[in-house]
């Protein structure tokens, strides 16, 4: 992929964040398990970031398609969320 990418932006993005989160884990508030949580959530988006750099956009819409085909329930249940989170973000402006 090439360095100016859009999907390089992304994965430049999610391991800036994943980076904060680790930094940050193990003081936030709620004691081992929330920071053994966050600790899991940035490896995640480390994990995603590699994603995004190793595809191409046709791969990832059919990588898409096939997990909404596989698993629509929870599919459906994460868009949920995702559209929760994002609501709370854009409202707290």
């Not at 398990?33 to 995640?44: E, F, I, L, W």
């Not at 995004?52 to 249940?77: I, S, W, Y």
């Amino acid at each position: 992929m090439p360095t100016n990418s859009p999907t390089e932006a992304v994965a430049r993005g999610m391991e800036s964040a994943a980076s904060t989160l680790h930094e940050k884990a193990d003081n936030m508030p709620g004691g081992e398990k929330v920071a053994s949580a966050a600790h899991t959530a940035a490896d995640a988006m480390e994990t995603a970031a590699d994603y995004f750099r190793e595809q191409d956009l046709r791969a990832m819409a059919a990588d898409v398609q096939r997990l909404v085909k596989n698993h629509p329930g929870a599919t459906l249940l994460a868009a949920a969320a995702l559209g929760f989170v994002l609501a709370r973000a854009l409202s707290r402006d």
